[in-house]
């Protein structure tokens, strides 16, 4: 599966934004897909993930309740909309899917066979 993600920019501390992830080819709804994200000189982080089926999203704890990952229609696109954007939330945001995997998985990079190429977030001050 090939990804693209996209939507990446500049946003001043407390606005929003939304990140978009489409596969090339085929839908996400037989895969497991998440959002990574990578800040200079730290290494890359779990953000969020949504089940293949669509009826489970996993948040790391340090964006939980700020930023919502989804699937959306075409069923080929996942969003992460992220809310109340922090400068901490800097980095290089990457989406990554993979065949179904355990829950305890998730989270994990190397879960993830499939990477798009990154799109830039930067919040400022």
């Known amino acids: 599966v090939q990804l693209q993600a996209y939507g990446g920019g500049l946003v001043q501390a407390g606005g929003s934004l939304r990140l978009s992830c489409a596969a090339s080819?085929?839908?996400?709804?037989?895969?497991?897909t998440a959002w990574f994200r990578q800040a200079p000189g730290k290494e890359r982080e779990f953000a969020a993930a949504i089940r293949w089926s669509g009826g489970t999203t996993v948040y790391a704890d340090s964006v939980k309740g700020r930023f919502t990952i989804s699937r959306g229609n075409p069923k080929n696109m996942v969003y992460l909309q992220m809310n109340s954007l922090k400068p901490d939330d800097t980095a290089t945001y990457y989406c990554?899917?993979?065949?179904?995997?355990?829950?305890?998985?998730?989270?994990?990079?190397?879960?993830?066979?499939?990477w798009g190429q990154g799109t830039q977030l930067t919040v400022s001050s």
């Open positions: 080819g085929r839908t996400f709804r037989d895969y497991d």
């Open positions: 990554a899917t993979t065949s179904r995997v355990a829950h305890s998985a998730l989270a994990m990079a190397s879960s993830y066979h499939s």
